[in-house]
């Protein structure tokens, strides 16, 4: 077996193996996206946005992948995002910043806090909610 039928097995891409990249959508191309990383036998993702202009169900399709590599091959995962309902509550450590600046870390439910994310977001109106372990982050407006 290659090494890049294995990277494709582990984000569950593999019937895009034969495609053509401009028949892929946007979700395919993203766990393509990882699963190159992963070829390389990377011990660390670093991801900028990666579910930018993804649907709800590539969204979470990616997000489970990399939860699963994080698990099960000790993968250390970085994701640089803006979009909080990504935010899941197994990621190990958050960093809210502002303008370059550090503003909030620690674990989801610590930085996920109103007081920070007024100050992350610079919104007086930011609100949060926790049900069953997981943050709704809304601005009233």
């Excluded at 393509?32 to 991801?47: G, P, W, Y």
């Excluded at 509550?89 to 109103?114: I, Y």
Aim: glycine share 4%.
């Amino acid at each position: 077996r290659s090494v890049a039928l294995d990277a494709l097995d582990a984000v569950d891409a593999r019937h895009v193996a034969t495609r053509p990249i401009t028949e892929l959508s946007g979700g395919e191309r993203q766990l393509v996206s990882v699963a190159r990383a992963l070829a390389q036998e990377a011990d660390c993702l670093l991801l900028d946005e990666p579910a930018a202009s993804l649907d709800l169900k590539h969204r979470a399709q990616l997000f489970r992948v990399l939860r699963r590599l994080k698990e099960e091959r000790r993968l250390t995962v970085l994701v640089v995002t803006h979009d909080l309902l990504l935010v899941d509550p197994s990621f190990d450590h958050l960093f809210g910043m502002r303008g370059g600046k550090l503003v909030a870390e620690g674990s989801p439910a610590e930085v996920l806090q109103e007081e920070n994310l007024v100050q992350i977001y610079d919104d007086r109106h930011v609100r949060t909610h926790r049900v069953n372990g997981r943050t709704f982050v809304w601005s009233d407006w």
